[in-house]
């Protein structure tokens, strides 16, 4: 081991044999805003094997502000997180095999993506994305880091298969789906609090150390000066039906996806194409602005002003449609570009 890991090394509940673990190991990042850059870029420098990281955004200015893998460069180009935080994470350690994946964390994906994983960081920022992997990680018997932050507030809670509740057996006795969707603010010391305490928890898996991992639900506000941990053995349900006995894994029906949504927080809506498969980029652009549209774009997507609205079209169909809530607008707006 070289001396770059040597201080983490030197820390006794790591070592040698937990340094050389960490470094064969595989994280997935769901998630390439606050928290999965944070994460991602923590574990990047502690040496893990191998980072998958997905996120179906791109950067923009009001980012900046608390997702520390991103500069005004990306902002300027509209690049997708993904391979900003890829490009970003190969230059802070070389020795990690960083993949990046721009698109959305669907069931399907998920279940494709969970092979050979050691432990997956939720940094998502909506509920259907948090069940899903959920489901993945009873399924597939990975081990999973919720985490959320909203204002000056933050919780997190560590999720083994086998052994804790999960968020299905939690939601039971704490409501954690209003908490997902906030146009409130947020401050940058709440991301890493939580930032914090997951990839610690990481760390503690990826070394095999189970004993350590924490087993109550944290949860704290900065400003108000508030820290609480709750025990949370006694909420395992038997009847639960992503890890009880008669599993269903309810949110990998792969039907009851959703195809059109608005995005957390924002006077977005997103329209996922019901047919898989690649568009081309360059033409679409050069259909758009000989119909003189202002069109902007890169090798990952298209940009393009029309009226009060901005539609962003990534390559795999995607489409974000910004300056609307309202979603028969935005799939007629949708069927004009892509027909
Ligand atoms: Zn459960």
Known sequence: ????????????????????????????????????????????RAGVGK????????????????QQLYTEEDVDEKNPKAAAAEKRLRV??????????????????????????????D???????????????QKYQVPWIYGACVGSFGMTFSMIPGKTPCLNCLLRSIPLQGMTCDT????????????????????KMLVEDWDAVRTSFVSFDLWRNQYTSIK?????????????????????????????TVLCGRDTVQIRPSTQGEISLERLAAQLSTLGYMVKGNPY???????????????????????????????????????
């Open 184 to 203: 409130g603010g947020i401050i940058s010391p709440a991301v890493q609090m939580v930032i914090a305490h997951q990839t610690a928890e990481a760390m």
């Open 123 to 137: 940094a998502t920022d909506n509920f259907e994305t948090r069940m899903a992997m959920n489901d993945v990680s």
């Open 1 to 44: 081991m070289n001396e770059r890991y040597s201080r983490q090394v030197l820390f006794p509940g790591i070592g040698k044999e937990g340094q050389a673990k960490i470094s064969r190991k595989h994280v997935l990042i769901i998630g390439a805003g606050a928290l999965g850059s944070g994460s991602a870029e923590v574990l990047t």
């Open 51 to 66: 980072i998958t990281i997905i996120d179906r955004d791109y950067v923009e200015a009001s980012n900046l502000q608390r």
């Open 301 to 339: 997507l298209v940009s393009v002003e029309m009226g009060e609205e901005r539609i962003v079209i990534f390559q795999d169909g995607r489409a974000l449609i910004h300056g609307t809530k309202d979603l028969t607008h935005a799939k007629s707006i949708y069927q004009r570009i892509l027909g």
């Open 92 to 121: 802070i350690n070389s020795d990690v095999e960083v993949v990046s994946i721009i698109g959305d964390a669907t069931p399907e994906l998920l279940e494709e993506l969970i092979l050979g994983v050691d432990v997956m960081i």
């Open 232 to 260: 949370m053995s006694k909420a395992k349900f038997a009847g639960c039906l992503s890890c009880g006995e008669e599993r269903t894994y309810p949110y990998l029906d792969h039907e009851n996806m959703t195809k059109t």
